[in-house]
T-cell receptor, first 113, second 114 residues
């Protein structure tokens, strides 16, 4: 079973609309969840981290976490063409000594002007 | 910006040659990581370090070795490069923020093995 799953997309969203990106994970003991944005040819950039159930808002971005359903999402309000990128979901997997972070394969988002 | 640089940024090498990639950080972070990113596979951990001279394997460590003789430098070596090691390599550090450890990435090295 894959540990972190995302729809690969592409997800096409009109400019100004809300983009909704989803991620599921398999390890119930995970405590930390992250969203990275990666532009083509660039490195992943951390844009949101969330640790508790519920919503966390930062500007146009809202991360949502539901540990019971093992589900984390990212909402982008008022989508802009500059939001077109691949979004990686990452989940912390606790281990005895060193936790590890597992990345999903990413969802490609395309904002239509 | 977590103060991470990688060198070289691009490299083309021939099969069978040794290659060393360097990651340098300026903020004294204890944990450093090497990932490779390939289409269809996403980011995969090669090796990581939890201190000077302390390293451990990740999920795709075969064919790679690492060294960390100083806190600021983490080296990834391909002893004998193969075409399957053509990839983009990212270095990352782990930093405590807010309520947990977060990973920040360097700019990457694009390696082509011909």
């Amino acid at each position: 079973q894959k540990e972190v799953e995302q729809n690969s997309g592409p997800l096409s969203v009109p400019e100004g609309a809300i983009a909704s990106l989803n991620c599921t994970y398999s390890d119930r003991v995970s405590q930390s969840f992250f969203w990275y944005r990666q532009y083509s040819g660039k490195s992943p950039e951390l844009i949101m981290s969330i640790y508790s159930n519920g919503d966390k808002e930062d500007g146009r971005f809202t991360a949502q976490l539901n540990k019971a359903s093992q589900y984390v999402s990212l909402l982008i309000r008022d989508s802009q063409p500059s939001d077109s990128a691949t979004y990686l979901c990452a989940v912390n997997i606790p281990r005895n000594r060193d936790d590890k972070i597992i990345f999903g394969k990413g969802t490609r988002l395309h904002i239509l002007p | 910006d977590a103060g991470i640089t990688q060198s070289p940024r691009h490299k083309v090498t021939e099969t069978g040659t040794p290659v060393t990639l360097r990651c340098h950080q300026t903020e004294n972070h204890r944990y450093m990581y090497w990932y490779r990113q390939d289409p269809g596979h996403g980011l995969r951990l090669i090796h990581y370090s939890y201190g000077v001279k302390d390293t451990d394997k990740g999920e795709v460590s075969d064919g790679y070795s690492v060294s960390r003789s100083k806190t600021e430098d983490f080296l990834l070596t391909l002893e004998s490069a193969t075409s399957s090691q053509t990839s983009v390599y990212f270095c990352a550090i782990s930093a405590w923020r807010d309520r947990g450890d977060e990973q920040y990435f360097g700019p990457g090295t694009r390696l082509t093995v011909t």
